[in-house]
């Protein structure tokens, strides 16, 4: 459905994707993920015509979208498009986002388009929520009547430019289960997302942008477990861990705590996760941090992709003796990181110091 040829895109300050070819097949569900800035929202505003590329064709249905003769609207009414900022119009209540352009753009009855957007409300759980203004949503609840609004002008394709990014980590699971429906029913959808577990699970097959082009790409569950090329692995470790470093005058133990609960959930986190966290910060990080005897710590969560064993690495590069022994932590302080860990042990650093892994 979509095939892109030699696309280089140069807003003036050098290329941001160079000579790219990508093709979707109708009914594909695309994952493109990269590192920011490379250019995976930039492909898609190019897809849409929303940007004008520097050279290259896209073609959508056999047609070329960048000839001066394409019909240009047609196409568009083809795709659709969900933004990570939702955009729905503050001053409309959910209906009217809802019938706004069916109506005034695609010339529906305006009943008929009431009765089918009541009908998209339903099939993404918004029932009851039409005259609801935007200020009174959940950013998961905007994001979904935003997908509902796509699907009332009938796409063929829908673009998702990371859905989810803006919303609370409570919420990203309800958007990603409504668009894992469409992609079952087999909406055609290039997603572009951080989130790795997601992407695995709904994608037919991922691309990796990297070096201002397509650097590696393969079906979900190979491109994961079995990654070609050495960027690719890198990336893949990087996009699973989650590095703070930590000084006593700046230690804030429920903003550490929200961060690592936030980025745990990328992946698979459950309440005894929860726990561990909060034991661990409370009863590890902050007495040893707080002791006077280091300056800083650092923390690395390493999250596992395909399981709920995940890692906590503490580093406590200036200290001298063992952090899970006085004066840093007593009987109970060790008791507590026991019975919650499902094992923790310290060593000496390779470059000095002490650190701490909590298997969680």
Not at 56 to 70: C, Q, V
Not at 315 to 327: H, I, V, Y
């Amino acid at each position: 459905m979509i095939r892109i040829n030699d696309l280089t895109m140069d807003y003036g300050t050098g290329p941001i994707l160079e000579h790219v070819n990508l093709h979707v097949a109708r009914g594909e569900a695309v994952s493109v993920i990269g590192g920011s800035g490379c250019g995976k929202s930039t492909l898609l505003r190019c897809i849409n015509r929303l940007v004008v590329p520097t050279a290259g064709e896209i073609l959508i249905d056999g047609e070329n979208i960048l000839d001066k003769k394409a019909d240009l609207d047609g196409i568009r009414r083809k795709m659709g498009m969900v933004y990570q900022h939702f955009n729905l119009f503050s001053h409309l209540n959910v209906m009217e986002n809802m019938i706004l352009a069916p109506v005034k753009v695609a010339g529906a009855d305006p009943d008929q388009a009431r009765e089918e957007a009541k009908s998209l409300l339903a099939k993404v759980g918004m029932s009851g929520k039409e005259d609801r203004m935007p200020s009174d949503l959940s950013g998961g609840q905007k994001q979904r009547v935003a997908i509902a609004r796509t699907l009332a002008m009938h796409p063929e394709l829908i673009l998702f430019d990371e859905p989810t990014s803006a919303l609370d980590p409570t919420m990203v699971d309800e958007v990603e289960s409504v668009i894992q429906d469409l992609v079952r029913e087999g909406m055609t959808s290039v997603i572009v997302t951080h989130e790795m577990r997601f992407a695995r699970n709904v994608s037919d097959r991922i691309v990796f942008l990297a070096e201002k082009g397509v650097y590696e790409q393969g079906p979900a569950d190979d491109f994961f477990d079995n990654p070609k090329k050495s960027l690719t692995r890198r990336f893949l470790y990087r996009s699973r861990m989650l590095e703070q470093e930590l000084r006593p005058e700046e230690l804030d133990l429920y903003s550490l705590v929200s961060d690592l609960r936030a980025f745990l959930s990328r992946f698979e986190r459950t309440s005894a996760h929860d726990r561990i966290i909060a034991v661990v910060c409370d009863e590890l990080i902050a007495p040893v941090v707080k002791s006077g005897q280091t300056s800083r710590a650092v923390l690395r969560l390493i999250c596992s992709a395909t399981s709920g064993s995940h890692t906590l690495m503490i580093s406590f590069p200036e200290l001298d003796r063992d952090p899970l022994e006085e004066p840093f932590l007593d009987d109970l302080n060790r008791t507590l990181l026991e019975h919650y860990a499902s094992f923790v042990f310290s060593r000496k650093g390779s470059e000095g110091g002490w650190e701490v892994c909590v298997q969680m």
